[in-house]
């Protein structure tokens, strides 16, 4: 019976020996398996990684090399542009101020045949330089390159009647409106506000003043002691006159004369004239707006000199977006 209890005792001991040295071997062999494995995924997951991070890096460097060359070329086509505005502003302005001298020294027949071709070759090599400026295929719908329109039948002129312009423009304002009407030899009626609104003939108010040699000669009378208030700013005038004159069968024209404009945005003013200055059937504004600067205010020191800056960059573009032309004079002084 002891013999029998002591086999079974060492049979189990071998069984729970083999159990526990299979187990051992299972760890050992697990423990092999991963050790020879993990590094060579490992090794290619880190290459694998790198070569992708080369690979966008180096894209990366493409990408901010071709940026630099781009913005490059860009700014060098927009300072060529914005000379190119410049050049054609100035131009612009030098050609209306030549016909307006052509119309009316040819008005007054006193200028000799040589001034004629003088001016006439002045107008035909500004207008050349203009088309290389431009291009050939250019086509200005509102006949800039040309100067003023004179397709109007009535006129409105926005006087600014400040200070600074009765106390040194205004002379050489009067010489102006005779020029302008000169080149509107007969009109269907003429009507004269300074930049608030105010009517020069109160008896004309929201009506037109038939035109005619004694009219003219009395607007140009009146107007050398004509001197309402005024805030030096043009808005006002031109946003009544059109609200009052404005009509879809009348052809109109409306300069405004100044030098400064005092108000807060321009953007404000070209919008609102925007809303009110509808377009007709040809897609044209109702009324065109021509407008006249004097530079009194550069007479000033240059830090004094902000509002006749901002009038004639607000008429440049005013005048372009309904039509008109923006005659910038050189001198205020008769």
């Known amino acids: 019976m002891s013999s029998q209890k002591r086999r079974h005792a060492q049979e189990f001991s071998i069984a729970f020996l083999d159990v526990i040295c299979c187990g051992f071997g299972a760890i050992i062999l697990l423990l092999m398996i991963t050790k020879s494995m993990s590094p060579v995924v490992l090794e290619r997951a880190q290459q694998n990684n790198s070569a992708q991070i080369a690979d966008l ?13 781009f913005n490059r070329e860009l700014n060098s086509r927009q300072q060529q542009v914005s000379l190119n505005q410049q050049r054609l502003a100035v131009l ?21 045949a040589n001034d004629k071709g003088r ?22 719908k509102n006949d800039l390159v040309g100067g003023i329109p004179v397709d109007s039948e009535y006129l409105v002129f926005i006087i600014d009647t400040s200070g600074s312009m009765f106390g040194y423009a205004w002379p050489r304002l009067q010489q102006e409106i005779i020029a302008t009407l000169n080149i509107y030899p007969e009109v269907k009626g ?12 109160n008896n004309y108010r929201h009506r037109w003043i038939p035109d005619s040699p004694g009219r003219r000669s009395a607007i140009i009378k009146r107007l050398r002691q004509w001197n309402p208030f005024s805030n030096s700013s043009p808005v006002e005038g ?3 006159a059109i609200r009052t004159f404005v009509n ?27 809303r009110i200055n509808q377009v007709n059937q ?35 573009e005013l005048t372009y977006r309904n039509g008109g032309t923006f005659i910038g004079l050189n001198d205020f002084k008769p």
């Open 57 to 69: 890096q180096q894209s990366l460097f493409s990408i901010r090399g071709q940026s630099k060359i």
């Open 92 to 112: 612009k302005t030098r050609l209306a101020t030549l016909k307006v001298q052509y119309a009316q020294q040819s008005k007054a027949a006193i200028v000799s």
């Open 119 to 140: 001016l006439a070759l002045a107008v035909q090599s500004l207008s050349a330089e203009m088309q290389r400026l431009l291009g050939l295929n250019h086509r200005s």
């Open 190 to 201: 003429i009507q004269i506000m300074n930049d608030m609104g105010s009517y020069m003939f």
């Open 238 to 240: 031109i946003a009544k």
């Open 248 to 274: 879809q069968e009348h052809k109109i024209s409306l300069f405004v004369m100044g030098d400064e404009f005092s108000g807060r945005s321009i953007q404000q003013v070209l919008a609102a004239v925007e």
């Open 282 to 316: 040809s897609d044209q504004r109702l009324v065109r707006i021509h407008a006249v600067g004097f530079p009194v205010q550069f007479m000033r020191s240059k830090h004094l000199q902000g509002t006749g800056i901002r009038f004639a960059t607000l008429m440049r």
